[in-house]
């Protein structure tokens, strides 16, 4: 089982920053690595069991469900039900939570999943910092960093 | 039910932060509004179950917690609140840290949920979400930080109530006075820099001006502390505005005389016990007929110890009441600074003194000085008492400095045709009094205040000879019960605030 962990300080308040990143279908509106994204069935993107399709910028396509939705937390789940990664059991979390002395919102964005032992290393790397990061980066590039 | 969360973003590593507040007993190292905490029964700060007893920064408060929860791994603790001085009802509250992996910072949550009157809503949010919360946020924030802090408007306050300097300042002999333009002298004191608690008592340089007209510079050499020194502290007293120095008492020597001045010249022993503040200091310059000459025969530490506590018996037993033989009278706090003199100098009026005091050491100290019937208060009451040792009739006067905890039952302890004296209240402010409950024993009330009875420099003459003639004849006896240097004068207030201190108290330079 690999864990990973990451979080950041965005420079908008934590429901200004739910608006944009609360929508199941719209990765590619604000993370770099996705291209486009669809809800499978066309059913709203917060229903919570709805599955995304979406194709990442470098060609792989990835599906994957909707667990759990709060608007109340600012959180969701989702799992990975195909992907190219070669991972399995990956379930995620993605949370924001309000930073009170401050125009700002922690975020935090977690994965565990199981892989080949061999790759652990390469694909938390992937996932904590190519996928994870590089969203976080992306909101602080549209917020400001903090 | 109230739901509180505060949080904030600390540019430090999260396990430093969590090294820093993980232990239950460890607030007192960091957070401003504890002065003291202690583990109850000898237990360990990570036990969970243990409770915590902290005294809060005024000195004064006492509330009680108990540790709940303690994780490691996701670095949080929740605790109840099981005593408080305020309504918190089902307070629980948890502290999580969360790592801040981009950029090795920490993320730290404080929340709570509780119920409390709806009138008091606003005031206690306020309270625990700034005063506790935000608070303990900005002290592990000075103290942790990489970076300034970044919230506007956060000044950084100062670490921990102890003197901004090191005590040992206090007891060098004075330094040489360093003149600057216009004939001010620089020297040090302590400045109240808000009204607060004890903590807000600074060390600071000040600046003390060449004599005007009618005034002296003085050099203190011993300082009184009083309980209205607490009033002003606190604001209750709009005596002293911040920045400003406290302190109505001292004894010293003249070291400047400005024109006009009579009577007093250059090396003359003083003493001095009267507003306008400012005794807390090294060096001041005040209107010279505010002075009293000390006999040779009065050390300075009796007079910085008795003067104000001397001349306020003085006037309550001579004009407020004029107290005579046959007389029977109850002090309060009859081992305190004014109950003491009360007592040794009605019984030298003839009248018979009952006091009360806490505990059997405080009753000895009464009885030594002269109360004839000491009333230990945590074994008895003291109406109860009265009526036994006056068969019923009560008091003629009631001398209350207590106030808010006694004050309706002086009033039981009056005789018909009673005086009741209220001159303080040290325990809080006291209630709206049914004035037409008075005529139930034809009661008088009095209030003195002491600037009316010692405003004029005759006052004070005519108040302080009474009081050295009783203090050479040996039938009054001052006593300075401990002693603090001037830059611990925080401690003093501590002291005297939590009732601890016995007879005068005073701080030395």
Redesign the interface.
């Given at each position: 089982m690999v864990k990973v962990?990451?979080?950041?300080?965005i420079g908008a308040p934590a429901d200004r920053v739910w608006r944009v990143v609360r929508d199941f279908n719209g990765l590619p509106d604000w993370h770099p690595a996705i291209a486009e994204s669809r809800i499978e069935n066309g059913v709203p993107s917060d229903r919570v069991g709805c599955i995304r399709n979406f194709t990442l910028k470098d060609g792989g396509r990835i599906r994957e469900q909707l667990l759990a939705l709060s608007d109340f937390d600012y959180s969701f789940r989702y799992s990975i039900l195909e992907s190219p990664m070669g991972v399995t059991d990956y379930i995620a979390d993605f949370r924001l939570?309000?930073?009170?002395?401050?125009d700002?919102c922690?975020a935090?964005w977690t994965a565990e999943f199981d892989c080949a032992p061999e790759r652990e290393g390469e694909l938390a790397e992937l996932v904590?910092q190519g996928v994870f990061?590089g969203g976080?980066d992306a909101l602080k590039q549209r917020f400001g960093a903090? | 039910m109230v739901k509180l969360v505060r949080s904030t973003v600390i540019d430090a590593p999260v396990d430093a932060v969590w090294a820093a507040i993980r232990d239950f007993n460890s607030h007192k190292f960091w957070h401003p509004a504890i002065a003291d905490s202690v583990i109850e029964d000898g237990r360990a700060g990570d036990e969970v179950g243990c409770v915590r007893r902290f005294i809060l920064s005024d000195g004064e408060s006492v509330l009680r917690e108990r540790l709940l929860a303690l994780d490691d791994r996701e670095r949080s603790f929740t605790y109840c609140l099981t005593d408080a001085p305020i309504p918190l009802d089902g307070y629980v509250a948890t502290v999580r840290l969360r790592p801040v992996s981009d950029g090795d910072r920490t993320f730290w949550d404080w929340r709570s949920e509780f119920t409390c009157p709806p009138s008091r809503r606003a005031e206690l949010v306020e309270l625990v979400g700034e005063g506790v919360y935000q608070a303990g946020f900005e002290a592990i924030r000075e103290r942790l930080s990489r970076t300034p802090s970044a919230r506007a408007g956060a000044a950084p306050r100062s670490a921990r109530a102890e003197p901004s300097s090191p005590t040992s300042a206090a007891r060098e002999p004075a330094a040489p006075a360093v003149r600057r333009a216009g004939g001010a002298i620089e020297s040090w004191g302590m400045v109240m820099t808000a009204h607060g608690g004890p903590e807000v008592l600074e060390r600071q340089t000040v600046e003390v001006p060449a004599p005007g007209p009618g005034e002296v510079r003085l050099r203190h050499t011993a300082i009184g502390l009083n309980f209205i020194d607490v009033y002003c502290r606190t604001g209750y007293f709009r005596l002293v505005d911040p920045p400003g120095i406290l302190g109505m008492e001292a004894a010293g020597v003249v070291t400047d005389v400005g024109p006009g001045v009579h009577g007093l010249g250059e090396g003359d022993r003083v003493g001095y016990a009267c507003p306008p503040p400012g005794a807390y200091a090294e060096r001041r310059t005040m209107a010279a007929d505010l002075l009293v000459p000390l006999p040779d025969d009065i050390p300075d530490e009796t007079a910085a110890a008795g003067l104000l506590k001397g001349m306020t018996a003085a006037f309550l037993l001579h004009d407020v009441h004029r107290v005579t033989e046959g007389d029977t009278i109850l002090v309060h706090a009859a081992a305190g600074g004014v109950g003491t003199l009360l007592c040794q100098w009605g019984r030298r009026l003839g009248a018979t003194v009952i006091g009360t005091a806490g505990g059997p050491e405080k009753t000895r100290r009464a009885r030594e000085n002269g109360c004839a019937f000491p009333i230990d208060t945590t074994r008895q009451d003291f109406v109860a008492a009265v009526r036994d040792i006056t068969d019923g009739r009560g008091c003629d006067v009631v001398y209350d400095a207590v106030g808010r905890d006694t004050i309706e039952k002086s009033f039981e302890a009056l005789a018909v045709r009673g005086h009741l004296v209220s001159f303080g209240q040290a325990s809080g402010p006291l209630p709206l009094l049914d004035m037409a409950g008075y005529a139930g024993k034809s009661a008088c009330l009095s209030r003195p205040n002491y600037a009316h009875y010692t405003g004029t420099a005759a006052a004070v003459r005519r108040l302080s000879d009474r009081l050295f003639e009783g203090l050479r004849a040996g039938w009054l006896r001052v006593e300075a019960g401990q002693s603090f240097p001037l830059a611990r004068v925080a401690d003093a207030h501590r002291a005297l605030e939590s009732r601890q201190t016995t007879g005068s108290t005073i701080l030395t330079l």
């Open positions: 962990y990451t979080s950041s300080v939570l309000p930073v009170t002395d401050g700002q922690f935090e904590g990061q976080f903090a | -």
